[in-house]
Nanobody, 128 residues
């Protein structure tokens, strides 16, 4: 099972980027997927999660209205559309797969320890 994240790069504040996470080795249809980010020296932070068939999403407050998580189960790919980027969004972004995690009735989806599969990370740098 592999998750391959891509799409990171250098962008000016106010700009946009679209991250993608391709899954191979098994299908993640029906499995909750999430995006996390991490700055050196800090804990991995929850960014967004999406239910197995895309009907329910959740975001950390700091990205609400600016980021959109989506998925294409036919392509086994997860996305994170990031707009109005700020310098504080600078981080390594990781996608994660969490079969068995529920997005309703629990906050487990925001806990990185609950996820069983991780991509390698893609660096997003937002310049001021």
């Amino acid at each position: 099972v592999q998750l391959q994240a891509s799409g990171g790069g250098l962008v000016q504040a106010g700009g946009s980027l679209r991250l993608a996470c391709a899954a191979s080795g098994r299908t993640f249809s029906g499995a909750l997927m999430g995006w996390f980010r991490q700055v050196a020296g800090k804990e991995r932070e929850f960014v967004a999660a999406i239910s197995g068939y895309g009907g329910i999403t959740s975001y950390v407050d700091s990205v609400k209205g600016r980021f959109t998580i989506s998925r294409d189960n036919a392509k086994n790919t997860l996305y994170l559309q990031m707009s109005s980027l700020k310098p504080e969004d600078t981080a390594v972004y990781y996608c994660a797969g969490g079969p068995g995690i529920r997005i309703s009735g629990s906050s487990d989806y925001s806990n990185p320890a609950k996820y069983g599969y991780w991509g390698q990370g893609t660096l997003v740098t937002v310049s001021s």
